[in-house]
């Protein structure tokens, strides 16, 4: 089982480096007599420390919900097929993350951790369609104990230049823990069996780790 507690602080540590660069350069553009300069550049660098901000999350427990693993709006909703599971109909749902958003990701299920597949790619918008065939993306692919597995990919958009995971295949998860992040806005699909039953409308916002999207039956 991946150690959460790694990841758990209030401030994403991917985002320090950000963070402390930004503050500095706010500093030194400040005893530079720069200090209007000096003003964006600490508004940045709090923006910044917010963008990275890591709240904790109240994942229902009610058994067969699959949770949505980001905050954002789901853009699409539909009946679609997963490389990782070929030649089976699935439901897709996807979910676009601006800026604004927490950009932790959240397991939607409980299982074992089957696959992992990073692909690089370009970097359309994350809202438009081919962001999901052309993108950067890492596909996590987890098995739940009853044998049937639920796929999720993250996909980088725009400005989001880095897609970061904290897990590796075979480890054993729980729904709603955090498994990675994908910095300046991106994607999140996730597909699920058929016979689930979808939880959400294209135009809902939905928060990591609580929201329902999908019941399986």
């Not at 789901?74 to 996807?94: F, T």
């Not at 597949?117 to 993108?135: C, I, V």
């Not at 069996?193 to 135009?203: D, T």
């Amino acid at each position: 089982m991946p150690n959460e507690e790694t990841h758990s602080s209030c401030i994403c540590r991917e985002g320090i480096p950000f963070i402390l660069i930004s503050f500095f350069a706010a500093v030194l553009i400040y005893l530079g007599g720069f200090r209007i300069v000096s003003l964006f550049f600490f508004l940045l660098s709090f923006f910044i420390l917010w963008f990275f901000r890591n709240p904790e999350r109240m994942t229902p427990d009610k058994e067969g919900l699959i949770i949505s693993p980001a905050d954002g709006v789901v853009i699409k909703v539909e009946d679609a097929q997963s490389e990782e599971i070929p030649g089976e109909n699935l439901r897709k749902i996807s979910i676009f993350m601006n800026i604004f958003n927490v950009h932790v990701n959240r397991f939607p299920c409980s299982g074992e951790v089957t696959k992992i597949n990073y692909r690089p790619g370009k970097f359309f918008s994350a809202n438009l369609d081919k962001a999901s065939e052309f993108n950067e993306r890492n596909t996590v692919v987890v098995r739940m104990a009853d044998g049937r597995e639920i796929v999720t990919i993250q996909i980088a958009g725009l400005v989001a230049r880095r897609i970061v995971w904290w897990i590796k295949e075979k480890d054993i998860i729980q729904k709603g823990k955090r498994f990675g992040m994908i910095r300046f806005g991106s994607r999140l699909e996730v597909f699920m069996p058929l016979s689930s039953s979808v939880l959400v409308h294209v135009g809902d916002k939905v928060t990591a780790g609580e929201t329902p999207i999908g019941e399986l039956t």
